[in-house]
């Protein structure tokens, strides 16, 4: 599609690929916030409550393997098949975890989700790059923010009247129509995109992928570990899945990511940074409105919402501002907003600051996250060698994927550590014991009246999920 043809995210030629990709984009935003929805209805259904972390943790090591075998193909044989068989592999997922029988066949229901949803985003940037110019690509990173939106707002509601009418099954199963239908629309425009006709270049090997993948396992279960009584073993752990997954990250990104070389190198970089500041901190948000500082789940929902529109509206304004600001100036901006945010989030936690000065610094956080995160994806297509889109692409995803779950498991090793500093301090230690010998005469509640209302508060939500498993 050449830019003197194509006037429009809309127009003809464009038309099938924009909705398609939105669709796409759209069912694995709905799957992503229903399955954290209904995920403590199966886990009491299923049992297994064991593996109820490792329902996230397949999802996510599945993805990554998904974005390299993705990006891959894409420049080998064209964005269409690897498309094909990330939906494929995403409803087969649905599907078996719809089905399954025990936590243990959800868990891999979920992997294959994770290998399936993982295609989806590198193939989606590979195609953007080939088929679309510089002024109609920032558009549609904006448009493809929007379509979180929906989902944002009424998926998790949604998903919760669809388990309590049908039951938890039907929030996975009833997402197989949209898929076949996304396909539909999406499959015939990335076919007539083909094969990209430069020469074959090095590419991702699946092998690095897994080796990548075990590593990052290893060092999200020694920050656990460390954060609690098994500080050696935990460093062990960590140690370990450097050893194993650095060599192989390295060979994944382009030469020079780790020590920011100027080009693409800098901005796989960039991303992964981005994502790891904000996500770290996204994920505790609504634990600390709820549990620090005693606010409804609806209140903690506040903050969710406004950071998803704010991130849409940044989208929008980065798409606007692109012609006049430069990518690397959009995304300082937006990452000192990010922080900006975050550090108003961290002062709300303080009894004597309102609640809604959260609310309205997480909502600043999403405005500058959408600010930074479409620039990126764009000056990757820009810096990306000319064929080779999916294999940029893979690595942006990997820095996505990579830093998002190293800044979760950063910010739960600083939640726990602080939990067992107040479960330890001021005679809160007895209150463990207590959840499992008095939990059911409600000795628990006389534990966490105290002027400490931050560590004692995250002591109590660690208690009760304790006190959940003795139950």
Known sequence: MGEGRLRGLWAPQARALT???????????????AVVTVMPVAARDLGGLRLY?????????????????????????????????????FGSGLAVAGLAPSM??????????????????????????????????????????????????AGPALAAEV????????????????????????????????????????????????RAAAGATMVLAGLTLAAGAGAGAGAGLIVA?????????????????LTARPGLPAVILSRGLLTFAFFGADAYVTLAITAVRHRSPL??????????LAWTAGAWAQARLGDAWEGRRLVRAGLVIVLAGIAGMAGALQPGVPVAVGLAAWTVAGLGMGLAYAPTSLMMLREAPPGREGWASASLNLADVLGTAIGIGVGGAAVAAGADIA????????????CAQGGRTGERSRFFQ??????????????????????
């Open 19 to 33: 909705v398609g990709l939105v669709l796409t984009v759209t069912f694995v935003a709905s799957e992503a916030l």
């Open 53 to 89: 972390g490792w329902v996230f943790s397949a999802f996510m090591l599945g993805s990554v393997v998904g974005i390299v075998v993705a990006g891959r193909e894409a420049d080998r044989r064209g964005p269409a098949i690897p498309f094909m068989a990330g939906l494929a592999l």
């Open 104 to 153: 243990g066949v959800l868990v891999a229901g979920r992997v294959l989700q994770g290998v399936g949803a993982g295609a989806i985003p590198s193939v989606a940037y590979a195609a953007i790059g080939r088929s679309l110019p510089g002024p109609l690509r920032a558009r549609m990173m904006a448009v493809l923010s929007t379509a979180w939106v929906a989902p944002g707002l």
């Open 163 to 210: 388990a309590h009418l049908f039951g938890w099954r039907w929030v996975f199963l009833g997402l197989l129509p949209v898929v076949g239908v996304a396909g539909s629309i999406a499959v015939p425009a990335l076919i007539r995109l083909g094969r990209p006709r430069t020469a074959r270049a090095p590419e991702h090997r699946l092998t690095d992928a897994v």
């Open 241 to 257: 899945g450097g050893i194993i997954g650095l060599p192989a990250l390295r060979r994944l990104v382009p030469a020079g990511t």
């Open 299 to 308: 209140v903690a929902g506040v903050a969710v919402t406004g950071a998803t």
């Open 423 to 434: 479960c330890t301090s001021d005679g809160v230690g007895d209150a463990q014991q207590s």
């Open 450 to 471: 105290s002027r400490n209302g931050a560590r004692r508060a995250f002591a109590k939500a660690r208690c009760d999920r304790e006190f959940l498993q003795y139950k």
